[in-house]
């Protein structure tokens, strides 16, 4: 019984047993005294990620026309364009897909997009104390507000070491360097606009 093909996304254990699958059937296959068309040809190859050319090995029935596309272990994928006798140095086929000349479902299938969620600025006039007093000394009434931007959740905890504050929106300009008060004696270090250290 022949084993079929492996597919795409499988757990590791999974992809080990075909291999172990494969690797049996071969040797049935040279015990028995006959092994089918299976032949190893190498191909000049593309890279479909990064502008390369290399050699793959393949080994399987017929001949890979000109813009299979294939992957190796890595993973990576490659775009094949023909047959050589050169010496292959990424590897062997490991899975042909079966659209020609598109690169993009063998590239997704191993690559991940990330994105990025920032929170949300919000502004706060009446949270951070703009007062002469020295830092540990207690501001007079009434007080002057520094006009900041921070995430909510630092405005409802501060002052808290490692919150960010900004004097805009879109979180560009940090506050400046320095120690400042709170105006309850407590003094705030901030350090390229990060909350650092509160004394």
């Avoid at 006798?85 to 191993?110: F, K, M, Q, R």
């Avoid at 207690?138 to 909510?152: R, S």
């Avoid at 409802?156 to 919150?163: A, E, K, N, R």
């Avoid at 003094?187 to 004394?199: K, L, M």
Wanted: glycine share 8%; hydrophobic share 35%.
């Amino acid at each position: 019984m022949a084993i079929p093909s492996r597919q795409i996304g499988g757990s590791t254990t999974t992809n080990l047993l075909w291999q172990i699958s494969k690797q049996l059937e071969y040797l049935i296959c040279v015990r028995s005294g006959g092994c089918g068309n299976a032949t190893t040809t190498n191909y000049n190859v593309a890279g479909c990620e990064r502008m390369e050319y290399h050699v793959i090995s393949y080994t399987g029935e017929g001949v890979l026309p000109e813009g299979t596309i294939v992957n190796n272990a890595t993973p990576e994928c490659w775009f094949i364009i023909d047959q050589t006798t050169d010496p292959a140095d990424v590897g062997t086929v490991e899975y042909i897909w079966p659209t020609l000349n598109e690169c993009a479902p063998c590239v997704d299938s191993h690559t991940t997009t990330t994105t990025t969620t920032t929170a949300a600025l919000v502004n706060s006039t009446n949270v951070f104390v703009d007062c002469t007093a020295p830092c540990n000394g207690v501001c007079d009434e009434p007080f002057n507000y520094f006009d900041v931007w921070m995430t909510q959740e630092c405005l409802d905890t501060f002052p808290t070491i490692g919150c960010a504050i900004w004097l805009n929106v879109e979180g560009t300009v940090a506050f400046p360097d320095g120690s400042y008060n709170n105006a309850n004696a407590v003094c705030i270090v901030i350090t390229d606009g990060i909350i650092t250290n509160i004394i």
